[in-house]
């Protein structure tokens, strides 16, 4: 590992001495660390085998948020998706959340969300965790959300088994009836794509910082859903995000169908723990 840490600092044009290196929570999918060297600090993730395009495309939604110049991220200073040595070189983030940085990230999302692409999801296949996740340029919200996005974890499921019997039959009635709830003419807003309470942190000042993304252009209200499902925002956050941007008066009908999406990711991932919660939104839907 500590070769590949090397490389990373090579390719970040810093071969000055390591003064500390330790190893720091990054997720379960990837080996984090801190380095200090003579010239800066770095947050550094490794992968020994990883998928297509990982790292790059990791870079790239940090590069898109950075260009709407409303919300921080770190800087990007290298990656490479080599096999055996792939990494991603940050910027070493550090700071105390205030009594302001939640209202802060609020307002400063919504004025990321006013910014759109010309047509929903992206040109790539990116990952939601460790899944893949099949994309495509779509002129249709409801056609992107409905094929890329829910049909795709529907295969998954019943790939893995865990969509089945009666849970299939409701997936398969609520596609066919998706867009009695889910518009096709969304503005395709910038998004995150993956915005939990673990993708956000605090920087110098508490000023908020967006971390490991999943991006894609879309619906903004699909990103405030998820925003709701595990937690980690306090009502400030809404209320800053609501006074820049506020949400549409459909968005608590529709609230449950976007976070079915990630709550089919977890099925996918995890199992049978979150069947329950998958199960409730399908028989609010479709009985």
């Given at each position: 590992m500590k070769i590949t840490l090397l490389k990373a600092l090579a390719a970040a044009a810093?071969?000055?001495?390591?003064?500390?290196?330790?190893?720091?929570?990054g997720g379960s999918i990837n080996e984090s660390f801190f380095v200090e060297t003579e010239k800066n600090k770095y947050f550094i993730k490794c992968h020994p085998n990883p998928p297509k395009h990982f790292f790059s495309l990791e870079a790239k939604g940090l590069w898109y948020i950075k260009e709407t110049e409303t919300i921080s991220?770190?800087?990007?200073?290298?990656?490479?998706?080599?096999?055996?040595?792939?990494?991603?070189?940050?910027?070493?983030?550090?700071?105390?959340?205030t009594k302001n940085t939640q209202?802060?990230?609020?307002?400063?999302?919504?004025?990321?969300?006013?910014?759109a692409g010309m047509k929903h999801g992206f040109p790539k296949d990116t990952y939601i965790g460790i899944l893949p996740q099949p994309n495509?340029?779509?002129?249709?919200?409801?056609?992107?959300?409905?094929?890329?996005?829910?049909?795709?974890?529907?295969?998954?499921?019943?790939?893995?088994?865990?969509?089945t019997g009666k849970r299939r039959e409701q997936m398969e009635r609520l596609l066919q009836r998706l867009g009695d709830w889910i518009p096709g003419d969304a503005k395709p807003s910038y998004l995150h794509g993956d915005l939990w309470g673990g993708n956000w942190m605090s920087g110098p000042g508490?000023?908020?910082?967006?971390?490991?993304?999943?991006?894609?252009?879309?619906?903004?209200?699909?990103?405030?859903?998820?925003?709701?499902?595990?937690?980690?925002?306090?009502?400030?956050?809404?209320?800053?995000?609501?006074?820049?941007?506020?949400l549409d008066s459909h968005y608590e009908e529709k609230k449950p169908l976007y976070q079915l999406y990630y709550l089919l990711v977890h099925l996918n991932i995890f199992g049978e723990l979150y069947g329950t919660q998958v199960d409730a939104v399908l028989k609010r839907y479709v009985g």
């Amino acid at each position: 590992m500590k070769i590949t840490l090397l490389k990373a600092l090579a390719a970040a044009a810093d071969q000055t001495a390591i003064r500390k290196m330790k190893r720091v929570r990054g997720g379960s999918i990837n080996e984090s660390f801190f380095v200090e060297t003579e010239k800066n600090k770095y947050f550094i993730k490794c992968h020994p085998n990883p998928p297509k395009h990982f790292f790059s495309l990791e870079a790239k939604g940090l590069w898109y948020i950075k260009e709407t110049e409303t919300i921080s991220v770190p800087n990007v200073l290298a990656y490479s998706d080599e096999k055996e040595a792939a990494f991603l070189v940050l910027e070493w983030i550090e700071g105390q959340e205030t009594k302001n940085t939640q209202a802060t990230l609020g307002h400063q999302l919504a004025a990321m969300h006013e910014h759109a692409g010309m047509k929903h999801g992206f040109p790539k296949d990116t990952y939601i965790g460790i899944l893949p996740q099949p994309n495509g340029i779509y002129d249709s919200w409801l056609e992107y959300y409905r094929d890329r996005r829910l049909r795709t974890q529907l295969e998954l499921g019943i790939e893995h088994n865990m969509i089945t019997g009666k849970r299939r039959e409701q997936m398969e009635r609520l596609l066919q009836r998706l867009g009695d709830w889910i518009p096709g003419d969304a503005k395709p807003s910038y998004l995150h794509g993956d915005l939990w309470g673990g993708n956000w942190m605090s920087g110098p000042g508490g000023r908020p910082y967006l971390i490991d993304p999943s991006f894609l252009f879309g619906d903004r209200h699909f990103e405030i859903a998820f925003t709701e499902l595990f937690g980690g925002f306090s009502q400030a956050f809404y209320r800053a995000y609501s006074d820049r941007f506020s949400l549409d008066s459909h968005y608590e009908e529709k609230k449950p169908l976007y976070q079915l999406y990630y709550l089919l990711v977890h099925l996918n991932i995890f199992g049978e723990l979150y069947g329950t919660q998958v199960d409730a939104v399908l028989k609010r839907y479709v009985g």
